[in-house]
């Protein structure tokens, strides 16, 4: 066999290996926001830490995993053995990004060998802190946010710390699912660690070890083959915030990208410095954000492993909100600044080959909701129902709700029936709004009215980011969408006063949110007339807007008025 042949693979066994974990963790898990959402990431480093694959979960998880193993590796660098498991959290000393998602680390061993580590990022329900569910809104520094995890070792040649064990549950008000969430991950990582052995077995130690290099360098040869297709230059963007979760202010992340060669500097300086509230970014959550930018513009077959990342420098100055400083709080950051990041690099590349570029997903507003169910068990509402829509692009409309952006799809908007069952709650509506999406050839995601029933009485953690100003912004010459509306009425019908931003405890009560939608891509007078009225019969477009702004005319009996159209069209152009 060919050690091209060899390469490839190897690489599809390890990228399948990383699905295999993510099935394993998914199957076992025991909260909701792994089972039903997939808000974890698998993913494999060699025994240098370099990562390998990360072909399993969400982007901003695993961009900058290898900051974790790396910290693994500083930390126990003549203390591993075969058996141990190692987990870490803490953005300032152990290459996390945030502290709810903690991170399980297996060495492979093969008989004394350190081959590689197999490894899973996942975010927990509840890691204690100032409020229910992770996302403390009133935090002010690091340690209003939850349990700070070093590298610990958790498991040592094979056998569980049971203090350590102990200290973690402790530390969440959800033990129970802290118990069954942490050891799903542990064993998704040992099914990976004995895949990653049998492979060994079949083709041998050496041939798989010299297969992980081999498969760095040639993701490395096809990012910088992508890089070269760029004209060289220097392209500038900037996207912002309009709050600090405490008053309105701009909190711009600007960007200038330098395209030299083969080589690309993502430069964030000037950007603002880091802020009061928890939307300050740690280094590895801005690497994390950076790649996702990149990847997702340039070609997707590239292979997401450390080889790729290589020809790429991140400058991201120290005590800006892209980098911030002890004890800056950072739990909202895998989102903002994480999609400020993005948007800004996309608005740059924008210039370089403008029918690539990517239109702007709305971003959330939303809350967590928790409280205590019939067996005296705290338990943990997302409210993802209401997630945003999707930019378009070039050739495809937007997803109606999909997310957030740092995750490109890979977490999924969980069973309506099943958050019915668990919680105290009745989903009244979830559905695609009208005249929301950003107008373009290709329509921006309509985001969604969704509308929920909560029948006891609960803390809420309100997270209303795009609730401000409009988000998904529109790419040449496509609209921005719709802004999210977060309304709040008691069982009367009366409206709540809440908080953008903040913690509070409430009665039972109706929450309404229409979710902010996504940009368009190319002129609305450009998008054919038969997706018009397939949009208006689906009712996602109003006749009203189908004339005004797509410049086509819909009549009564809900048929295509070919000759006005062609006029409103003409003059559209002129």
């Not at 946010?145 to 056998?159: A, D, M, S, Y």
């Not at 002890?326 to 080959?353: C, F, G």
Request: with cysteine; net charge negative.
């Amino acid at each position: 066999m060919s050690d091209a042949i060899l390469t490839t693979l190897l690489q599809n066994q390890l990228d399948h290996i990383s699905q295999q974990m993510g099935w394993v963790m998914e199957r076992t898990a025991r909260s909701p926001i792994f089972s039903e959402s997939h808000d974890f990431s698998c993913f494999i480093s060699d025994a240098a830490g370099r990562l390998v694959s990360v072909a399993d979960g969400i982007p901003i998880h695993t961009g900058g995993g290898g900051f974790a193993v790396e910290a693994v590796l500083r930390d126990f660098a003549d203390d591993i053995a075969d058996g141990d498991v190692f987990i870490l959290s803490d953005p300032y000393d152990a290459g996390g990004n945030h502290l709810p998602d903690w991170t399980i680390i297996n060495p492979v061993f093969v008989g004394d060998k350190l081959l590689a580590f197999t490894c899973n990022r996942a975010h927990q329900s509840d890691i204690g802190g100032g409020a229910a569910g992770t996302y403390n809104a009133a935090a002010t520094e690091i340690f209003h946010e939850g349990i700070r995890l070093p590298v610990l070792k958790l498991i040592e040649r094979g056998r569980m710390r049971a203090d350590l064990w102990r200290l973690l549950k402790l530390n969440s008000r959800c033990p129970h699912l802290i118990d069954g969430d942490v050891r799903a991950m542990i064993g998704s990582t040992k099914i990976g660690a004995r895949r990653i052995e049998a492979l060994t077995r079949e083709f041998g130690l050496e041939p798989v070890e010299t297969a992980f290099g081999a498969i760095l360098e040639y993701a490395e040869r096809r990012m910088r083959a992508a890089i070269a297709a760029l004209p060289d230059g220097i392209y500038v963007g900037e996207d912002s915030s309009d709050t600090d979760c405490f008053q309105d202010r701009n909190i711009p992340v600007r960007v200038r990208v330098e395209v030299k060669h083969d080589t690309v500097v993502v430069d964030f300086t000037g950007s603002a410095d880091q802020i009061r509230g928890f939307k300050n970014s740690s280094l590895a959550n801005t690497y994390s954000a950076v790649y996702v930018a990149l990847f997702s513009y340039l070609d997707v077959s590239i292979a997401r492993n450390a080889g790729a990342f290589r020809p790429v420098t991140i400058v991201a100055p120290e005590g800006s909100v892209v980098n911030a400083r002890y004890p800056a709080p950072m739990t909202s950051n895998t989102v903002y600044p994480a999609t400020e990041i993005i948007y800004a690099i996309w608005k740059a590349l924008a210039e370089v080959d403008p029918p690539r570029a990517c239109a702007g997903w709305g971003k959330a507003a939303h809350c967590i909701s928790s409280g205590v169910d019939s067996e005296g068990k705290t338990y943990v509402m997302y409210h993802m129902h209401a997630y945003p829509g999707t930019g378009a692009v070039q050739g495809r409309d937007g997803f109606p709700s999909l997310g957030t952006v740092i995750t490109l799809g890979g977490m999924r908007i969980p069973n309506v029936e099943v958050f019915e069952r668990k919680y105290p709650i009745r989903v009244e509506q979830q559905e695609m709004r009208c005249d929301a999406a950003g107008a373009g050839e290709y329509r921006g995601g309509t985001g969604i009215d969704y509308r929920v029933k909560v029948f006891d009485s609960a803390e809420y953690s309100f997270r209303g980011e795009g609730s401000g100003s409009p988000s998904g912004f529109g790419i040449t010459g496509g609209l921005t969408g719709a802004k999210a509306d977060v309304t709040v009425s008691d069982t009367k019908d009366n409206r709540l006063n809440t908080p953008r931003y903040g913690v509070i405890d409430m009665p039972p009560l109706n929450v309404s949110i229409s979710s902010s939608a996504g940009g368009g891509w190319g002129k609305p007078q450009d998008r054919t007339p038969e997706k018009v009225l397939r949009d208006v019969e689906d009712g996602l477009v109003s006749i009203r807007s189908a004339r005004e702004i797509y410049a086509v005319a819909i009549n009564s009996l809900m048929q295509i008025d070919w000759r006005e159209t062609e006029l409103l069209r003409q003059a559209a152009r002129s």
